[in-house]
């Protein structure tokens, strides 16, 4: 059975004043020649296209000058002027797009430079269209189920191939944004004619990942690289496999073909580039010119007799062939031109002038290129054309015909294609034998680049700080920087400094349970919220920076997933108020007949539904012991099933609950025989009432199983939404609580434990016949209307409207994430109909009901006793008494809670202790258990009077 997903709507923290400037490692780079802004004999342009590692593809103006020659075929011949180029060589941004929400591997130009194709590791490939009439938009026109590494286009055809780490190689239309066709590279593709390659292919499937893609125009053959060492050749209309090229012996990361298909160029991580005839099915001849791994391979030559080559140490070389095989005659040589700092990951040139590179920094830098061989002894000196030192420069012997071999391919076992090439060109020969173990054997011509597209640093780590509101990161710069979660702003710079010893510094004793997930991997802050603890964070206002004309009351908690969520999502939610005064009920009425009928048919497969939560008197297996009933509560209200309506499927991917490895020890204390009320909890208050949609049972406290994700489809996803099944009103803990007397617990064993009676108005019944949930509705007569939470009842939060939202969905088949939605907090409104597509019934459950999935508070149990040396009595129940409170209780309410029962006027003289450290008033039991008890079980306090500890002092 096909894993749930579940969906986390996540927001992207960056500073206001963004420069539109790539801020990790550029990845990919693709170049677009036509000029512009034509006068005549002179025109000025020149387009380049850059995809990086931060979610952007990004075109930049490069503003060079060209003249026209002469006539071609007639249509105008356009070439660099090179006198003109230094008076102007800045580069200038012309659209900017963070399409991703992960790296962007490659890259392609189509339909005649009006529209960019991309593909990325969150599966998905995208089209662009930067001029257009939403220039910031890209649409999805289809995804793989993993990382899509490689892009290639048939321009005569008009469709796009991408391949994956998933094997698979995809066919798209772009006109129609729908897939042509889907080719398995795996192993079970490598069958010709009934024959089996070799039995060992099956155990190879992980080597099928597809790293590199290209095709001839005309779109008539289709050549694939990857770790299996062999470049396989593929029909594009059919799908079928027609050839392989074997030889290499790693890892093949670049291929380039002709335009007649005739001939392919490949680059491997085994420092080798070959030359292949796609007919003789045959390697032409082997070029060792990089002394490590041939990471790029760029020619704008239509039989490839010119081309670039980029390695994994920054080597750039230029190379030109010839020979028969080729159609010209003349030397063969390969140039050094330059090096990188780091690995060439693509090259982009024009007109054998200039030189693009794309690599792990965020800059872009441009070089100079040198000329053709027979055009430098024509041409003056210059930059341009240097005098090119013997060192540079390596001759190569010219490429050599096809010939048959006696032996045929399908006779050669896959795993013995290093052992049986093809060719006896194939297997790598150095041109300098005598100095292999020699990396400067070929010295590049240039030391420093023409010019450079600056980039910006980004953020490459960061640590959560302990109040949850704080994150400190760390940039390529090496630069600590404190950002606020909530505020999305950024509050302090440290400089270059160790981020744990900034986090020393900076942390107190806050502890507060995590409500969030920060991921840095687009360079950026994107703070990521999930069903399972988006809403466990609470802290007291006195906590939290506010306004200083904001009146806070007294104990005042706030919940930090209600107040961000409120504030990015409020005009999407003033949007659906407005549809509904105009009576437009698009969202419940129509929504509803679906949402019953999909009710039913989940009703009869719920039997396939693994890990369907247990019953009232069954142990859920992850669930520890102490959340379970016991007796005394199985004679009191049974804790109802999950409803039907919300799919309970465990999932590998969802991670345990965050609080789990916050806190050692266990969370709530060992199970009671005589269960005692939560003192600090509020419950005898009378409780506040509000309208409710259908309200979830409570799980247990603090699960150490995940909680279920939500379901792909819509309907299921507004399943909590259905105004026939709504709860009676329930009580919350968030206003200030009192303390009732405590019952003495003398009898009461050192295991037992409190749990808390848990009541709901909805309860789900096992079918007798099929063993299946079965809904239990109450009906209520209430308005059909939202009732969102009140901006008001939060501090009030300026989130910059141009703050992205994205709305994103994971799977356990997928590696990654894919979006499915993305905004900005000044579009949500817009963007109504796309939010309610893609948002999760969480989402749609709180925003516009108030409503939130129902937990169990944490809870510990803590003994309070006379500190030695005081004159003070013990609490009623005697030194076993044991009490139970919320987590976060705070050192304040205990010492309130001894003046009261020790009738002590004034608390102020009270202190209390944990062992020997004395606690300030505002710290929490959880801060206590984590900072200074460090274990489970119970946590001794102890009270005394300050003046006694002075006179012990």
Sequence with gaps: MKAATRRKVSYV????????????????????????????????????????????????????HFKKESKKNGED????????????????????????????????????????????????????????????????????????????????????????????????????????????????????????????MHHSASKCSIYALTTNASGTILASGSPEKVIRLWDPKSGKRIGKLTGHTDNIRALLISEDGKH???????????????????????????????????????????????????????????????????DSECIGLFKEDSGVIKIAALQGTFVWTATSSSSINRWLSVPSHKHRQILPRSEFNPEIPPKATIKLQPAKDAYTSSVRDSYIASDQITMYAGSVLSIPVSYHEDEMDNQDTLVPLRNAPDYTIQGKPGIVSHLMLQNRCHVLTKDTNGEVTMWDLIKCTQIKSFGKKDIEEVAQEVNNLECSPAWCTVDTK?????????????????????????????????????????????????????????????????????????ADSLKSRTLQNSSEIPNQRPGPLEQTPSAPAAVLPTQAETDGPKLPMAAVTTQTDQSPYVPTSPQATQFPGSFTAPPSSSPQPDYFSGNHHAPLRRGSAVQLPPPAALPSSPTSPTSGTFMNRLKNLSVKAKLSRIPTNEDKSTIDTPQPSSTVSSNTVVAAPTTSTTA????????????????????????????????????????????????????????????????????????????????????????????????????????????????????????????????????????????????????????????????????IRQHILKTGGDIPLCYRLKNENTTSD
């Design 522 to 594: 687009i360079g950026a802050i994107t703070v990521q919220l999930h069903k399972s603890n988006c809403f466990d964070c609470e802290l007291y206002a006195d906590e939290v920076e506010l306004p200083d004309d904001y009146e806070a009351r007294e104990e005042h908690r706030l919940n930090l997933g209600k107040w961000i969520l409120a504030h990015l999502f409020r005009k999407y939610v003033q949007k659906e108020i407005e549809y509904q005064e105009k009576g437009e009920t698009r969202f419940l009425e129509e929504k509803l007949e679906k």
């Design 13 to 64: 923290v960056r500073p206001h004043n963004d420069e539109q400037a790539h801020c990790l490692g550029v990845n990919s780079l693709a170049i677009d020649v036509s000029p512009c802004d034509i006068d005549e004999n002179t025109a000025r342009g020149g387009t380049l296209y850059s995809a990086g590692r931060d979610g952007v593809v990004a075109s930049w103006n490069l503003n060079i």
């Design 764 to 927: 789900v019944k096992p079918n007798e016949e099929t063993g299946t949930p079965k809904l239990t509705e109450v009906e209520e007569n209430e308005s059909e209307k939202y009732a969102p939470a009140i901006l008001d009842e939060f501090p009030p939060l300026d989130v910059p409207e141009s703050t992205v939202i994205i709305i994103a969905e994971e799977s356990a088949e997928a590696s990654t994430g894919m979006d499915l939605y993305r905004g900005t907090v000044g579009s949500a409104g817009e963007d109504a109909d796309a939010i309610v597509a893609a948002a999760p019934s969480w989402l749609l459950s709180y925003l516009l009901y108030n409503k939130t999935p129902t937990k169990e508070a944490v809870k510990f149990t803590f003994v309070l006793r006379p500190a030695n040396k005081t004159n003070l009595e013990e609490l009623p129940g005697g030194p076993n008494n044991r009490l139970l409170a919320n987590r976060m209780l705070r050192v304040k309410k205990l010492l309130q809670y001894v003046a009261e029962k020790l009738h002590i006027e004034d608390e102020s003289n009270l202190e209390l202790l944990c062992g020997d450290t004395l606690l300030t008033p505002t710290m929490t039991l959880a801060a």
């Design 264 to 330: 392919i160029l490949s680059g491997s991580s085994d420092a080798t580039i070959k030359l292949w005839s796609v007919t003789a099915r045959r390697c032409l001849a082997t070029y060792e010119t990089h002394p490590d791994s041939v990471w790029s391979l760029y020619s704008d030559h239509p039989d490839l007799k010119t081309f670039y080559s980029g390695s994994r140490d920054g080597l750039v070389n230029k190379t030109e062939i010839s020979g028969r095989a080729i159609s010209d005659s003349g």
């Design 77 to 200: 011949l356009w070439t660099i002027d090179r006198q003109l180029q230094s008076s102007s060589k800045r580069t200038s941004c012309k659209a900017f797009s963070q399409m991703h929400t992960d790296w962007v591997n490659d890259i392609v130009l189509c339909e005649q430079g009006t529209c960019v194709v991309s593909a990325s590791s969150d599966r998905t490939i995208k089209v662009w269209k930067p001029y257009g009439d939403h220039p910031k938009t890209a649409h999805t026109i289809g995804t793989h189920t993993d990382y899509a590494k490689c892009l290639t286009y048939a321009s005569h055809t008009g469709w796009v191939a991408s391949g994956g780490l998933d094997k698979k190689i995809n066919l798209w239309d772009i006109s129609q944004s729908k897939e042509i066709i889907s080719i398995d590279a795996g192993p079970s593709s490598h069958y010709v004619d009934g024959s089996n390659e070799s039995s060992t």
